[in-house]
Every structure is written in structure tokens, then in C-alpha cells.
Nanobody
Framework: QVQLVESGGGLVQAGGSLTLSCAVSGRAVNLLAVAWFRQARGKERDFIVAISWSGRRVNYVDSARGRFTITRDDAKNAVYLPMNNLTTEDTAVYFC?????????????????WGQGTQVTVSS
């Protein structure tokens, strides 16, 4: 069973940066496609970025390209989401999700495993 635990959320001023972490257990992270989603209060869950299990394919939503990246550390069995130039529109609960041998899909239903989420709040 794959377990995902997000961390690194918090309060940051607009223009600032945060790096979220997704610690993976139960499977080697290099067998998993891992994605980041977010859900603002009262809104639907939105895709941000995903990396395929091979690491060769990465998909970004347009609003994240250039500000957010996704990195994977096989030795630490973790995936990270460095976020720069944050705006108040980035305030949300951020979730990581995983799928065994997945291909960086942008749809949430493609992922079988989800973390509990971490809150990111960007103040103006």
C-alpha cells in the first residue's frame, strides 16, 4: 500500500516562495507517477503538475509553468514542489497523488493514492 504525506505548507507573503514535500512509503517513488493538485476553499480540485514514473514526462498547468517545478529524489523516496512568486490566488490545500507506473496524467481519477494535504496561505 502506498502512503503519501505532504509537508511544507504554511503562511507566506505574496511574491514569496515555498517548497512542498511529498514523502512516499510502501513503494519506491521511481515506480510511481506523482502529481500535485490543489483545492481552494469552495472550488474544485485543480491539477498543477505531474511527473511520470520514468521521470521522462512532466505535465504542467499553464498557470504554474515557470513558477512551480516538480523534482524527485529517489534516495529520499520523495517528490517536491518548489513554488516561486506566489500570489493570493495560490492559496489552497495542496495534495500529492500517485499511480503505479503512471504517465503523468492531469486527471485526478488517474491516481489511486492521495495524501492528506497541506495548507498554503499567501497573504497580500
Amino acid at each position: 500500500q502506498v502512503q503519501l504525506v505532504e509537508s511544507g505548507g504554511g503562511l507566506v507573503q505574496a511574491g514569496g516562495s515555498l517548497t512542498l514535500s511529498c514523502a512516499v512509503s510502501g513503494r519506491a517513488v521511481n515506480l510511481l507517477a506523482v502529481a500535485w493538485f490543489r483545492q481552494a476553499r469552495g472550488k474544485e480540485r485543480d491539477f498543477i503538475v505531474a511527473i511520470s514514473w520514468s521521470g521522462r514526462r512532466v505535465n504542467y498547468v499553464d498557470s504554474a509553468r515557470g513558477r512551480f517545478t516538480i523534482t524527485r529524489d529517489d534516495a529520499k523516496n520523495a517528490v517536491y514542489l518548489p513554488m516561486n512568486n506566489l500570489t493570493t490566488e495560490d492559496t489552497a490545500v495542496y495534495f500529492c497523488a500517485a499511480d503505479l507506473y503512471g504517465s503523468a496524467e492531469v486527471v485526478g481519477s488517474s491516481y489511486n493514492y492521495w495524501g492528506q494535504g497541506t495548507q498554503v496561505t499567501v497573504s497580500s
